[in-house]
């Protein structure tokens, strides 16, 4: 079993930064992919970014040149620096882990944490 926790959500205003981190703990030697989801009200839960053991990342084309995602090895935590945030990034994130290498599809993560929400005004 693996338990994720999400940190480091709340309100900025657009053009600011946010940095989410995404603390894993139970059976981390299981995770091979990490990525970070949003999901707005009524809406399917979306892909941010995903992360491989590896170091290899992957980015929606709307965050691509904006966030970042950064993991630490030795604190097993996966982090999401979020720059130049505009409105339309607002959501709840979602920390996502998956025994298998994989990117945007969601049914591949077997494992999810609470979600954070990240509120960005115009």
């Known amino acids: 079993q693996v338990l994720l926790e999400e940190f480091g959500g709340g309100s900025v205003q657009a053009g600011g930064s946010l940095k989410l981190s995404c603390a894993a703990s139970?059976?981390?030697?299981?995770?091979?992919?990490t990525a970070w989801f949003r999901q707005t009200s009524g809406k399917e839960r979306d892909f941010v970014a995903a992360?491989?053991?590896?170091?290899?990342?992957y980015y929606a084309d709307s965050v691509k040149g904006r966030f970042t995602i950064s993991k630490d090895v030795v604190t097993n935590t996966v982090y999401l620096q979020m720059n130049s945030l505009k409105p339309e990034d607002t959501a709840v994130y979602y920390c996502?882990?998956?025994?298998?290498?994989?990117?945007?599809?969601?049914?591949?993560?077997?494992?999810w944490g609470q979600g954070t929400q990240v509120s960005v005004s115009s």
């Open positions: 996502a882990a998956s025994t298998r290498l994989t990117t945007k599809d969601s049914s591949m993560y077997q494992y």
């Open positions: 139970g059976r981390t030697s299981l995770i091979v992919t």
């Open positions: 992360i491989w053991s590896g170091g290899i990342t």
